[in-house]
């Protein structure tokens, strides 16, 4: 056992504070890793204030993890000490089942093991994650790090990258297709990036004016004010796919209406109930699908990695120290960030763990 410096969350009603905890000695198969940046996701928030109904306290939030391998387990032969690495939304597997012999260990049938806020499956003890100095995970979850990419900025790739990378590759999104954005937050200015980056031809949907410039900043070909019926109607059955992020409920039928005949809407922000409820001739009438996409197997994450560094593409952050996480949640909470806050971990020395 080695003791870990962190900040957690004790209660629903409470603020992150400092937190100390013992992580475990690795496995043969396990690589320790000395943390160097932390994403914060607004996953992250949700667990620390229970929204969900799933959380168990104390817990250390984090997924986004950018750091250096310290050790490494008898049997590992991917990573060796110094190399720098990644960890993001989870840290295992059954590995056996269909999709984790696919690499979608996303959609393993016995459930995936998170980052943190998990049983671990050996020892039952509850996953801590990267809001830490340090952590400990099997390779086979490891991501290594491409020569050139920016470790801070490449941290929300982890979470906000994977989850609009997956559906556009898996959905086979090329050259000549068309696709809409919807939404421009942490995952939109992410999926506006890799869109482009596989040729398409990019629109972002957004309700606010104030929106247009930042999107055609970050490579939008259009701009689309979504609560304009007239701008609505002029995008009518024109597009191949709908990357749809935005996180509360929102009225699908008009964009779904934008779509061409076997276009398809993915979802990747809402997790609540579709309301108000999607009218079946939207769908019916012109072959369409409404999908929904979770995060991203551990081989397509590396090949996201891999494609970032090669094409320079970042995800725009805000650097923080960890002393003010929770200004940081206040702040995103507000939509007060563009587009992603990111822990210096190395603040962490700066305060005495309780």
Do not use: W
């Given at each position: 056992m080695s003791q870990t410096r962190a900040f957690a969350a004790h209660a629903a009603d409470q603020p992150l504070a400092a937190f100390t905890f013992e992580r475990r000695q690795p496995r043969p198969d396990d690589v320790a890793i000395e943390i160097l940046y932390c994403g914060v996701c607004h996953s992250d928030l949700h667990f620390a204030r229970d929204d969900w109904g799933m959380s168990r306290y104390p817990?250390?939030?984090?997924?986004?993890?950018?750091?250096?391998?310290?050790?490494?387990?008898?049997?590992?032969?991917?990573?060796?000490?110094g190399d720098l690495v990644g960890v993001g939304c989870m840290v295992d597997s059954c590995r056996h089942c269909q999709p984790c012999r696919d690499g979608v260990e996303q959609f393993c049938l016995e459930g995936f093991t998170?980052?943190?806020?998990?049983?671990?499956?050996?020892?039952?003890?509850?996953?801590?994650?990267?809001?830490?100095?340090?952590?400990?995970?099997?390779e086979h979850f490891v991501l290594r790090m491409p020569?050139?990419?920016?470790?801070?900025?490449?941290?929300?790739?982890?979470?906000?990258?994977?989850?609009?990378?997956?559906?556009?590759?898996?959905?086979?999104?090329?050259?000549?297709?068309?696709?809409?954005?919807?939404?421009?937050?942490?995952?939109?200015?992410?999926?506006?990036?890799?869109a482009k980056a596989l040729g398409a031809e990019v629109t972002v949907f957004t309700r606010t004016e104030a929106k247009v410039e930042e999107a055609r900043h970050h490579g939008a070909d259009h701009v689309v004010i979504s609560g304009d019926p007239e701008q609505m109607a002029a995008v009518a059955e024109t597009f191949d796919f709908m990357l749809d992020t935005v996180p509360v409920q929102h009225d699908l039928n008009p964009y779904l209406a934008a779509l061409k005949y076997d276009g398809t809407h993915i979802l990747v922000g809402l997790l609540d109930p579709i309301e108000p409820a999607i009218e079946g001739f939207n769908l019916v009438f012109k072959r369409r699908v409404l999908a929904g996409s979770l995060i991203g197997g551990v081989p397509e994450t590396q090949e996201l990695l891999d494609l970032c560094a090669e094409q320079g593409i970042t995800c725009d952050v805000e650097?923080?120290?960890?002393?003010?996480?929770?200004?940081?949640?206040?702040?995103?909470?507000?939509?007060?960030?563009?587009?992603r806050f990111v822990i210096d971990m190395q603040s962490l020395k700066k305060t005495d763990a309780a």
């Open positions: 817990v250390v939030p984090g997924h986004e993890i950018v750091g250096r391998v310290t050790a490494v387990g008898d049997e590992v032969g991917k990573f060796q000490v998170m980052t943190y806020g998990s049983d671990d499956r050996h020892d039952g003890s509850l996953t801590q994650g990267g809001y830490s100095d340090s952590i400990v995970v099997s020569e050139g990419i920016d470790l801070a900025s490449a941290a929300p790739i982890l979470c906000a990258g994977i989850t609009t990378y997956s559906p556009l590759r898996h959905y086979g999104v090329k050259a000549g297709h068309k696709v809409g954005v919807i939404g421009m937050g942490g995952l939109g200015h992410m999926g506006v990036k890799l650097m923080i120290d960890i002393q003010d996480i929770n200004t940081a949640f206040e702040r995103m909470q507000k939509g007060d960030v563009r587009y």
